[in-house]
């Protein structure tokens, strides 16, 4: 097995006393923060999920048109990350997170407002393109202050806080539409966008020094995403973690016909067994957290055998999940295969994307957002076959989760194979 930049990076451990947010060079409050940030792709979908089907009723919509929502905001994140990771290695960090957060809210505000399914994809694709600045620059910034396991350890972090958003948005939607209508979810996301903007003004500053930004315009941003393109190990643990990752947009696009359209339960019902899947992957979060805190303070860096295991877990979970569709099973065998499922992902986001951004330590910004751009595309074109036998077909999402979780292994195990590459000098 080829001998990795993440296997040199032993000496990552905590400081007698320290803390992981202080070894870091970080505040508690400025993480909590951070987090929020990179929660924002996943409050912009799961709040919108339960008014799926009311979306469709109210504009005359089929259902495969009406998941196409998702696909737009997919594909939105896709053209933002190679908008917003090139940017801020060229300009810093903190303007084009402010500049993002207010599109945001604007473009939440025209969803709301937007009268047919046509210009309700055009509003959700400027949505996700002004969201992914978030999740691009909230990862962007931490990797300014970590690397290893320490990083892994502080992305696992930040999903572990933004967990809350998988979780609470579902119940929050669910309940605006007990007092609205589908449009009352985007004014409320856009409400959220208020204190994102305050908080960042607030607590984050710039993390990115003026030596270290890399000029050149498309020339340079060219010749960095071709270098990292043509890095094996970068583009395996990049397709590993956005092909696993996709399990969860499948899951999204489809769990709301199977839970209500298939069995049977209310938007409110659907709601609480979402958010009690997203609590089993927070507490799978929490318990790795753990696992990579104990590796920093022993200084022993492996996040690889981390990742290595979470996706043989997923190719467990996913087969069962096809066993599931198969067999017809009941709402509780479909709520412990997705548990499964989805909670077999929290070893492997952390640790693939430290690796891969060890491989992009000379562009982080760049490297964060063609990561970005891979689990865009693939979410985008895996949630759109869950419709294509109908709301009440199960076995579309259940082959589509299977290749996916393939993919992603064989993808690691060609990252684990390909030999290192010099990282490009910044321009």
């Given at each position: ?32 923060v ?9 409050l ?44 801020s290695?060229?300009v ?24 047919s ?13 002004a ?49 609205g209508?589908?449009?009352?979810v ?6 959220m ?40 190990r ?8 956005s ?30 067994v ?7 992957l ?9 696992h ?26 996913t ?20 548990l ?12 693939t ?30 949630a759109?076959?869950v ?6 077909a199960?076995?579309?999402m ?8 393939s ?21």
């Open positions: 097995m080829a001998q990795g930049r993440d296997e040199t990076e032993a000496g990552t451990g905590a400081r007698a006393g320290g803390s992981l947010f202080a070894d870091a060079g970080l505040t508690g409050v400025t993480v909590g951070l987090a929020l940030l990179s929660a924002i792709n996943a912009s979908t799961s709040a919108y999920l339960p008014a799926l089907p009311t979306v469709a009723a109210d504009l005359g919509a089929s259902t495969s048109s009406t998941q196409l929502t998702l696909t737009a905001y997919l594909l939105g994140i896709a053209v933002g990350q190679l908008t917003w990771g090139p940017l290695d060229a810093g960090r903190r303007r084009p997170l402010l500049v993002g957060l207010v599109c945001y809210i604007a473009a939440s505000l025209l969803c709301a407002a937007a009268p399914i046509g210009l309700l994809l055009v509003f959700r694709a400027v949505q996700g393109w969201a992914c600045s978030g999740q691009v620059l909230s990862r962007a910034v931490v990797a300014d202050h970590a690397s290893g396991t320490r990083l892994a350890q502080l992305i696992t972090v930040l999903m572990l806080i933004g967990v809350i958003a998988p979780v609470a948005a579902p119940l929050i939607g669910s309940g605006l539409l007990v007092v209508s589908w449009r009352t985007f004014i409320f996301l856009a409400l966008g208020v204190p994102m903007v305050v908080g960042v003004l607030l607590t984050v500053d710039e993390s990115l020094p003026e030596a270290q930004r890399r000029r050149g315009g498309l020339g340079e941003l060219g010749r960095t995403v071709g270098g990292l393109l043509t890095n094996r970068f583009v395996g643990y990049a397709v590993a973690l092909s696993g990752f996709s399990t969860m947009f499948v899951f999204m696009a489809a769990a709301p016909f199977l839970f209500q359209t298939r069995l049977g339960l209310s938007a409110q019902q659907y709601a609480w979402n958010a009690g899947i997203a609590t089993g927070g507490v799978s979060m929490a318990l790795v957290h753990r990579l805190g104990r590796q920093a303070r022993d200084g022993v860096a492996n996040p690889a055998g981390t990742a290595r295991f979470g996706i043989a877990a997923l190719l467990v979970g087969c069962c999940t096809l066993a599931a569709s198969l067999l017809d099973a009941p709402l509780g065998v479909w709520i412990l295969v997705l499964l499922t989805v909670g077999s992902l929290a070893p492997i986001m952390g640790s994307m430290s690796l891969a951004l060890g491989e992009s330590s000379h562009a982080i910004g760049t490297g964060t957002a063609v990561v970005g751009v891979l689990q865009a595309m693939l979410g985008a074109l895996a759109p076959l419709g294509l036998g109908g709301p009440e199960t076995l579309p259940a082959l589509t989760m299977v290749a996916a979780a993919v992603s292994g064989v993808a690691f195990i060609t990252a684990r194979l390909a030999p290192l590459t010099a990282p490009l000098a910044p321009g």
